[in-house]
């Protein structure tokens, strides 16, 4: 996929586009293909991830946005094998393909040694709430040795001394080394979690929700620390929140997933200025805009489907007003945004015009013309294999 060309410089100081370090044509680092992830229970399973296909390039930021249970720590953790029973992956590859290896892997075909030497060492994962995971018995110093010691092999004193020049990457003091977590603010919590990821030099950092417990002030200057650390060491980041407003700022690339499944990804740019799916437009029309007009915030009536049973066809329809009966008979899945000159800029809403409208809600709600490709006749089966319903018109 292509890199960012949006240019932005929010107030987040360099964003992520002008320093920059992606190819359009490099091979990308991490490639989630089809990945399904089910969360299993005796009388129904619930599809956290659904046929979810993503790739991340070296030095790349992508945002994975959306609503709170819409998947992301799922296909995150499930692309890492990080997750435990019920979780059940039911398909897809997840190829990794790191600098410092000579061929590329399917993570989920590792086997148990493999994936501890790939974890953390070429994968580092700053977790939801990671702030609070720290030991609150051990001194930062301490924890930061642990690590480095579980993956590099190296002497105690020069652990000693990483710790301390990892401490001094995120703007924390080496005094702190002795500090106790309780004697740390949240955002130094949060820094030192960030400087644990970055201990072994990996190639890919995932960050799920790393400032979401943070004031707004705090929550900015890590964001900014996290892009200057990018630009000085090279790594790509997944980095996962549901909030939008952050992610055009912050990343190269945002992917919007809802209930379990993209339904937009584009660059930065696109994602803000261009959206094509009705659900990105409604995100964006959820939070106000710092600069430019004022305008009335409409927020996303109704809540996300239930994923034990989520409606057949697209899964915003209960929420979309420009849905139609058509909309319930598509098949999901991500396809060229007309309107744009960028063919990775794509959309899972089959009803976006060439002008970047979407074909409008009929009086009778059958209006919908999707494209006979996208729709499933009652009986056959889709590429996720569920099979569509007979819609009536
Ligand atoms: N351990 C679990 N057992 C059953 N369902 C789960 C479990 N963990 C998450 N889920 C469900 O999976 C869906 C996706 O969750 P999650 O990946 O945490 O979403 P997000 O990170 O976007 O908030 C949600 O519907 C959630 O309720
Ligand atoms: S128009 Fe239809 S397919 Fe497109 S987002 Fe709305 S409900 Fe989904
Ligand atoms: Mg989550």
Redesign the pocket.
Known sequence: MRANSTGGSGPLGSGASPGSTVSPRATPVLSISELSVI?G?PSDN?R??DNVSLDLHPGEVVGLV??????????A?GACRLLRP??LITSGSVRYQGRRMEHPVDILSLRAGQLTSLRWREIAIVF?SAMNALNPVLRVRDQLVDVIHAHLRISHGEAIEKAGSLLDMVGIPRARLRSYPHELSGGMRQRVMIAMALATDPEIVIM?EPTTALDVVVQREILAQILELKEQLAFAVLF?T?DLSLLLELADRIAV?YA?QLMEVGTAAEIHHEPAHPYTKRLLHSFPSLRGPRRELTGIGGSPPD?HQPPPGCPFLPRCTEGTDACSQIEVRLAHVASSSDPTHVTACPFVLPDGHVTPRSASQGGGTPRDADVKANGRRGKNGRRARKVNR
Request: proline share 4%; glycine share 16%; charged share 10%.
């Open positions: 969360y229970s619930v956290a991830v959306g609503e709170s249970g819409s998947g992301k720590s799922t296909l953790y019920p979780a939801q799920d996962i549901h997933m379990g994923l």
